[in-house]
T-cell receptor, first 114, second 113 residues
Framework: AQSVTQLDSHVSVSEGTPVLLRCNYS??????LFWYVQHPNKGLQLLLK??????LVKGINGFEAEFKKSETSFHLTKPSAHMSDAAEYFC????????????FGQGTELSVKP | DAGVIQSPRHEVTEMGQEVTLRCKPI?????LFWYRQTMMRGLELLIY????????DSGMPEDRFSAKMPNASFSTLKIQPSEPRDSAVYFC???????????FGEGSWLTVV
């Protein structure tokens, strides 16, 4: 069975400082892992995905995530936060036998202060 | 590509009324998912279809909820009768040739009063 835990429900950073959103996963299979972002009153947009290729994955808007199997983690980072990064971020896992089903974390709300 | 298109974007209805939410998937995508998002429970998968056939509806909360996909370009999620606890954002999402990547619509905001 798959599960995903986002370790922080809310993260607040200042504009121009690094962003770290933490995610741990549990999977009986080789997982596919994703980060989605949801801006207020919008749908979910794919930021990046890991599917057993390179462990460091680069996404849109300067975000990247590193898959660490030994730590069962897939933390999302960005070197320098921008005001437009303020949103809800979801870490997501999908196993190869799940037929495309995604298991969502509870989300981390990112606030960016000027 | 227009993306996943959902309608209505917002709906306010009275308890007991029937609600129908609609989704047009991305052309060529053969899997379609309905999710519900609430503050208390986050994102929940209600049902998903593959090639228009319901594969897993274990997330459908009760018999008041039903979903159909009569063809590859259209799906509906119906609630009858609606209740205030059904107030949520309902997302339709679809998946195509790029396995495991699911694309979401912008959601239908439902308020039942």
């Amino acid at each position: 069975a798959q599960s995903v835990t986002q370790l922080d429900s809310h993260v607040s950073v200042s504009e121009g400082t690094p962003v770290l959103l933490r995610c741990n996963y549990s999977s009986s299979y080789s997982p596919s892992l994703f980060w989605y972002v949801q801006h207020p009153n919008k749908g979910l947009q794919l930021l990046l995905k890991y599917t057993s290729a390179a462990t460091l994955v680069k996404g849109i808007n300067g975000f990247e995530a590193e898959f660490k199997k030994s730590e069962t983690s897939f933390h999302l980072t960005k070197p320098s936060a921008h005001m437009s990064d303020a949103a809800e971020y979801f870490c997501v896992v999908s196993g190869n036998n799940q037929g495309g089903k995604l298991i969502f974390g509870q989300g981390t709300e990112l606030s960016v202060k000027p | 590509d227009a993306g996943v298109i959902q309608s209505p974007r917002h709906e306010v209805t009275e308890m007991g009324q029937e609600v129908t939410l609609r989704c047009k998937p991305i052309s060529g995508h053969n899997s379609l998912f309905w999710y519900r998002q609430t503050m208390m429970r986050g994102l929940e998968l209600l049902i998903y279809f593959n090639n228009n056939v319901p594969i897993d509806d274990s997330g459908m909360p009760e018999d008041r909820f039903s979903a159909k996909m009569p063809n590859a370009s259209f799906s509906t999620l119906k609630i009858q009768p609606s209740e205030p606890r059904d107030s949520a954002v309902y997302f339709c999402a679809t998946q195509g040739g790029d396995l495991n990547t699911i694309y979401f619509g912008e959601g239908s905001w439902l308020t039942v009063v």
